[in-house]
């Protein structure tokens, strides 16, 4: 049994079977491959323009989801509150209102990062669309106290980078979208810089960290 979509075609990398109403639902391949098909399909495609489908298409003007039919998700589940009493908050109808809500979380061993709503962007790298998406991001975060992260490659992908000895020394690129939180900042959330072996190798955390912060 697979939870994968059945066709080996997909919008998302703008490819289609020649017999849609057809198709094998194992290899999702259309019941009859034919010589000569000029390769609508994901495998056809692939086989003679395969960067084309390595990521979803038109590439960094989308987003992405999964076309997985899970078996299970959130709507699966109640959330059944209590009708009686109340925790965290003296159990009086006049005092257990909305706007008492707290919703203050502490983040880190010592727990000295605060959050004032528990949400945490995950990290957007050096797409396109991460980077058109990233003021109003950075600021709602900044405004409203949550956290996001600056995904992988920006200083690398930056066209404006300097490197030197190895080491990044100057990336407008990174230092925008960190800037892009801090004129927000009410004092609560974070801005954090993921890397990889890339981004490590480049000094981007220590950049970000010495003169950026
Ligand atoms: S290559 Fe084969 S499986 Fe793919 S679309 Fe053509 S006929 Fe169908």
């Known amino acids: 049994m697979t939870f994968s979509k059945g066709t080996n075609a997909s919008n998302a990398t703008l490819t289609k079977l020649r017999t849609p109403d057809s198709y094998c639902p194992f290899s999702g391949m259309c019941t009859t491959c034919l010589d000569g098909c000029p390769g609508f399909c994901e495998i056809g ?8 489908v390595l990521y979803p298409q ?3 003007k989308t987003t992405s989801a999964s076309q997985k039919d899970y078996p299970v998700d959130y709507s699966h589940f109640n959330i059944m509150g209590t009708a009686v009493g109340a925790h965290g908050i003296e159990p009086n109808p006049d005092k257990a209102i909305f706007p008492a809500v707290n919703l203050d979380s502490y983040l880190g061993v010592n727990k000295d990062l605060k959050l004032t709503t528990p949400i945490i962007v995950a990290a957007m790298g050096s797409t396109n669309v991460a980077a058109d998406n990233w003021d109003h991001l950075a600021a709602g ?14 200083c ?8 030197k000895n190895g ?12 800037k892009d939180f801090q004129e927000w900042s009410q004092g609560a ?10 981004d490590t190798k480049l000094g981007v955390q220590e950049y970000a960290w010495k003169s950026l912060a």
């Open 156 to 163: 690398a992908m930056d066209p404006n980078v300097e490197i």
């Open 167 to 178: 080491r990044v020394v100057h990336s407008p690129n990174l230092a925008r979208r960190i």
């Open 141 to 154: 975060c900044a405004i409203s106290g949550a956290g996001i992260a600056i995904g992988e490659n920006v």
């Open 45 to 52: 495609k692939s086989a003679v323009r395969g960067k084309e």
């Open 189 to 198: 959330g974070f801005i954090a810089v993921q890397a990889n072996v890339e």
């Open 58 to 60: 038109p590439f960094g």
